[in-house]
């Protein structure tokens, strides 16, 4: 209980940070006020730190006893471009920008385990990396960090990886959500511009008119779903920006439309991005127009390690309780940068339930709404969480070393 009794001794500090964090929220790769803070509460703690150079990242690592593994925690800090409607006392100050997907929190949590960690250094197995990563609402910030070599900060490669997301939504207060596997679907983006020729809404075949075309596309795209993929390996497609002419008797040059691509096995995602691109081709010529067809794969599946998430499971159990678990029976069909982390080293991906007290988690606005509230008595866990996961995987590792 030692540990979380210092992490509750935190507790007023992290959930200071956290609010801090929430009234600055920042969009995207350059998070320079997000950076700054992080790095005054990271200021008094015996850590070797980094800044990153194509994004405002921060890497920390804690030495250990020399000689042994290392393992990484990540936290991510960007917000969404979206204008709050919670009513919280500590409410964005930018207006249009919030944290609505909880990431203040993930950073706060990890503040607090670099704490917890720090005031047992001398006694840990190996060296922790802290991750603190901007830009994983689409900007793919992992994989920046990545490239600017996170897993090597040690100096070495890290033998494990862990992180947590808090969920306003879905989950209980202070419950632990995992699965082996696929944990979070993959993204893509499909990007489509029909292009035909303008004319008199009164006179249609002097013109040749996008629009139809692309409505066609649209219910096509929808029908390969459910039509060539099987109910066990889905598919999600959704269009959700549509975007055609200027009043209602021009027909325009272009019709344009952008959807998002969510699966869960390499399979799935690569036979969704033939057949999506093929459909589109195939009607266009099919009207006698052309057609520029962009299909990006963004991020993959998002995927536990076997061992990583019992072992993980375990912690949980053994330090907040078994009741403090929940398995996932499916992923979720949202999507992650921490797979980039997870495809290049082992480890495990958390859901950690933070609906306010009182409120039932299956009705509460959900992350990502400008109404999502996040209950700060969570953060003590949290980082009790993180810190026990690096403490006990390090032992774990150097055990086995040892006995080799």
Known sequence: MALRDDASALSPDLVRLRRDLHRIPEVGLDLPRTQERVLTALADLPLEISTGSALTS????????????????????DALPL??????????????TMHACGHDLHVAMLVGAAH?????????????????????????????????????GAGRRVSAAYGLHVSAASFP?????????PMLSASD????????????GSAPYRAKDPVPAMAEMITALQTIVTRQFDVFDPVVLTIGLVQAGTKRNIIPDTAFFEATVRSFTRTAQARITDAAVAVVRGIAAAHGLEVDVEYA?????????????????????????PERFQPMANPLTASEDFSRVLDAVPGSFAMLGAAPEGTDPQTAPSNHSPYAIFDDAVLPDGATLLAELAIRRLEREAAHANQS
């Open 116 to 152: 917890l960690l720090a005031a047992r250094r001398e006694t840990l197995c190996g060296d922790v990396v802290f991750m603190f990563q901007p830009g994983e609402e689409g900007w793919d910030g992992a994989g920046a960090m990545l490239s600017e070599g996170v897993l090597d």
């Open 83 to 96: 204008t709050e409607r919670a009513d919280v006392s500590y409410a964005s100050q930018t207006g249009d």
């Open 297 to 321: 794969n963004e991020y993959p599946v998002t995927a536990t390690d076997s061992a990583e998430t019992d072992f993980l499971t375990e912690t949980v159990a053994e330090v907040f309780g």
């Open 189 to 200: 983006r499909l990007t489509v511009t029909v292009r035909g020729a303008g004319g008199h």
């Open 173 to 181: 207060r202070g419950v632990f959500a995992s699965r082996t596997g």
């Open 58 to 77: 921060v890497t920390a690592v804690l030495r250990g006893r020399p000689g042994g593994p290392a393992v990484l925690l990540r936290g991510d800090m």
